[in-house]
């Protein structure tokens, strides 16, 4: 091909030519845009048809055999073509996303395989009725109410405990106790679960005696894992408050707690509805410090001070540890209140950026 | 001159010009918000302390007293084992993985659709344990099978996979992958928002200077996000270690002290023999558990003081 001319103004006639530092050019090679996408296809058929061959296709072979041909083809031709460097990028690029990929697999078996298992479990009877004196089989009521119940507790006594300390840490918290506050609340949120389950039967047993078990010992362990989120998420939205809002509210007179109840809680408040949604969201599916302090029971209770609680997911758990003569129906019963319960934590967390997005005050 | 909080002298000044005292209401909510903060102490004080008083019965008992008739350190040593194998195993698997998406999310997918697959990864933070747990025993577990035949086959020279494999899937293996899954979230939340500050400038520098996406990537942004991932490695071998229902629900238990991950025996974890014996037990029992919870506790709380120092000493550097 002839190099492109152009007339310069001195009528001198110049030549553009590419710089020779390659065969390509400065450049270098580049693969076209659908080089990418035709190898990963090449790399599915020839995994496909090898796995064929040798007469063990399974898709999970499959798939690993085509990010290892496609990283292996990606980065050949890419070599030939762009160079080394080039290629090494196009190989690690293709593995991250096939990483990625594989991160997500078991969130959508999970979400596959929880809707269908659960769907057979779930009838009228799963809300209507208790399990009592049913060998397998019966419903679910007594632990969806032990669930909003035990739940609905914990949220009482976590919230106002988690917004005040969270205004304390932004407001009026200064040396050494706000920065003990700040870093014990960081390791709080990292107590196991079944530690605060046993924290709360130990609690109450000084009380109440050995064997103690009521619905709200198990809001008390559910309120230790919920207060340092909650903490967490208020902080955060009570410090994107704008220091002009106070200033001005301080500058007409108003004392500093009608400041933070009139002008910064309101500002916040879509951002602490969801913090607090997100929280209750994290602890309603909590099963180990619930099976130490709430118990399992097979009939409804609806007073947290007075005895055994079932709850969902203890029920779920129950019903798979210690299944009735027909196993399957207990099988069942157990997916389904996996199901359920999946569903609250999705709403929950759906519900709670929708409230945020809705509702958050425009800050200027 | 010491740095001066405007807002916190502004109210001062104001209660000072309106009286000279602060008035009634400030004074009983900023109490209010200091018990409050001081309450949380007292609560994590109160773990520790509860917990001690509880257990303590069990641990000065002699061996004889003690149901199963071993002294408290041979009782929860082999669980302590199982507890680190399972969780340190489940930090392995997960932490290439979880900086892996984080890459994909801040670097390499379109920002687009970025937010979008940070939900997707933080939903898998909010599937309850028991189902997790499920899952490992009908789904995962039975999948694992012919994997783990295979690892047993060509590789049994390795201790980890001397087998015989297990028919069951109910391994180490399988709880180490579940695990994994769990702790992806909060390790890749870490790695994402450590990636994402790292300096514009860095990257943008490397990138001037030719470097390749990768290049960029390798140069700038996995060394500025280091001790994050480290950390944030920690805090998910944290909660792994304090894991309790997808292990008491998958794993099929001895009290065995093994490195064979695939097998039929394994060893317990901590919490899984609590979540597996408290509500059958009683008396010294009951305190003998208490004991080896205190044992996690003080495990998974150091755990986190490193992972939190490691932050801490990132954030003011």
Request: hydrophobic content about 55%; overall charge neutral.
């Amino acid at each position: 091909m002839a190099p492109p001319t152009e007339k310069s103004p001195t009528g001198v006639e110049l030549t553009t030519q590419p710089l020779a530092l390659g065969p390509n050019g400065i450049t270098g090679g580049t693969l076209p845009a659908w080089g990418q996408y035709a190898v990963i296809a090449g790399a599915v058929a020839f995994s496909v048809a090898l796995l064929l061959a040798i007469g063990s296709f399974s898709v999970g072979l499959m798939l690993a055999l085509t990010v290892v041909v496609a990283c292996a083809g990606i980065y050949a031709w890419s070599r030939v073509v762009e160079g080394p460097r080039r290629a090494l990028d196009r190989a690690v690029t293709l593995s991250i996303a096939a990483a990625f990929g594989l991160a997500m697999i078991p969130l959508f078996s999970l979400l596959f395989e929880v809707t269908k298992r659960g769907i057979p479990g779930l009838s009228a009877e799963f809300f209507t009725d208790d399990s009592r004196g049913v060998v397998g089989g019966g419903g679910a009521q007594h632990a969806i109410v032990g669930t909003l119940v035990i739940t609905g507790v914990a949220v009482v006594i976590s919230v106002p405990i988690g917004i005040m300390a969270a205004i304390y840490l932004v407001e009026y918290g200064t040396g050494k106790l706000r920065r003990a506050l700040t870093f014990f609340v960081d390791v709080m949120t990292g107590i196991p679960s079944i530690v605060a389950g046993l924290f709360a039967y130990a609690l109450f047993e000084i009380f109440f005696g050995p064997g103690v078990r009521m619905g709200v010992m198990g809001s008390v362990a559910l309120s230790v894992l919920m207060i340092p989120i909650v903490i967490r998420s208020a902080e955060e939205v009570l410090k994107i408050v704008p220091k002009h809002l106070r200033e001005a509210a301080y500058a007409l007179g108003t004392p500093k707690w009608k400041t933070i109840v009139k002008i910064v809680l309101p500002t916040a408040f879509a951002g602490l509805v969801t913090g607090v949604m997100l929280a209750t969201a994290r602890v309603i599916g909590e099963t180990a410090p619930l099976l130490v302090t709430t118990g399992v029971i097979n009939s409804l209770n609806t007073d947290p001070l007075d005895g055994r609680m079932e709850n969902l997911a203890v029920f779920a758990y129950s019903q798979y540890r210690s299944p009735g003569v027909d196993k399957m129906a207990s099988y069942d019963l157990a997916w389904a209140a996996a199901l359920v319960l999946i569903a609250i934590v999705m709403i929950l967390n759906v519900v709670a950026r929708l409230v945020y997005r809705r509702y958050k005050t425009e800050i200027r | 001159m010491a740095r001066v909080d405007t807002t916190t002298n502004a109210g001062q000044i104001l209660a000072a010009a309106s009286g000279g005292r602060r008035r009634a209401g400030d004074r009983i909510f900023s109490n209010l918000a200091t018990v409050s903060g001081v309450t949380i102490l007292v609560l994590l004080a109160g773990v520790a302390i509860f917990l001690f008083a509880e257990g303590l019965p069990a641990v000065t008992a002699s061996a004889s007293d003690l149901p199963g008739g071993e002294s408290f350190v041979d009782y929860v040593a082999p669980l302590a084992f199982g507890t680190v194998l399972a969780a340190a195993l489940a930090t392995i698997l997960a932490v290439p993985l979880a900086v892996a998406v984080a890459l994909f999310i801040t670097h390499i997918a379109s920002p687009r659709v970025a937010l979008t697959l940070g939900y997707l990864v933080d939903l898998l933070a909010a599937v309850p344990s028991i189902v997790y747990g499920l899952w490992g025993i009908f789904v995962l577990g039975p999948a694992a099978v012919p994997a783990m035949q295979w690892l047993e086959e060509h590789l049994g020279f390795i201790p980890f996979f001397e087998g015989p494999a297990s028919a069951t899937g109910r391994t180490m293996f399988v709880v180490g992958i579940v695990l994994a899954v769990m702790i992806l979230p909060i390790v890749s939340a870490v790695a994402r928002e450590v990636f994402s500050q790292t300096p514009r400038r860095l990257q943008e520098g490397a990138q001037a200077l030719g470097a390749t996406r990768w290049e960029m990537i390798r140069m700038t942004v996995l060394p500025f996000g280091k001790s994050s991932v480290i950390s944030g490695a920690m805090l998910g071998l944290g909660r792994a270690l304090g894991e309790t229902m997808a292990v008491t629900i998958i794993l099929s238990v001895s009290g065995i002290v093994t490195f064979n991950l695939i097998g039929q025996a394994n060893p317990s974890t901590i919490a899984a023999n609590i979540a597996l014996d408290f509500p059958e037990s009683s008396g010294l029992a009951i305190n003998l558990l208490i004991a080896t919870g205190l044992v996690l506790f003080a495990i998974t709380l150091a755990t986190n003081f490193l992972a939190r120092w490691i932050i801490s000493r990132q954030m003011t550097e």
